[in-house]
């Protein structure tokens, strides 16, 4: 177990958002256009790179949705990768890209499982410093807008700038 588990974490916590940083728009229309099949090649890179390693997954395990959000002049898309059961703390159940106007700002969101067996949201930068934002919503609809929400209030008055910078100890 400890491999596979290793090789999610490494997969939502580092190999995703480093991906979302390097080139978001074009993981994003992979997203679109690929589905689950774009979140299994990750997996199959893993296999290559580590012969111990088989993935379990198949690419309909993994269900896309996204959605765009609107608020006045501004908007933001959302997508929403729902994930295997996570077997796990601190693994996921959901991975949220989220990218402003033209992508302006973008943050990369996760809906990790705690100890006690609910899930929290959190929020990772591009150097794999993050911020918990404390309890999901339960209904997947309901966490995809509190995570749109919470890119718009991180945004107000430079708040993403600002939140990298607290996580590095700048703020």
Known sequence: MALEYEARYFVEHKGLPQAFYSDGTRLL??????????????????????????????????????????????????????????EGVRLCRAIYFVMGDYGSEELYFTSELNAEGTFFLCAWDEDGAHYNFSDAPDDDSDEMDKTASLFWEMRTDGGIKRFKGICRGEG
């Open 29 to 86: 229309k992979l997203l679109i256009l690929e589905k689950g099949n774009a979140l299994r090649n990750y997996y199959e890179k893993l296999e290559i790179a580590n012969p111990d390693y088989v993935c379990p997954y198949a690419a309909s395990d993994f269900v896309v949705d996204y959605r765009k959000y609107i608020r006045g002049n501004d908007s933001c898309l959302v997508i929403r990768v729902e994930l295997p059961a996570p």
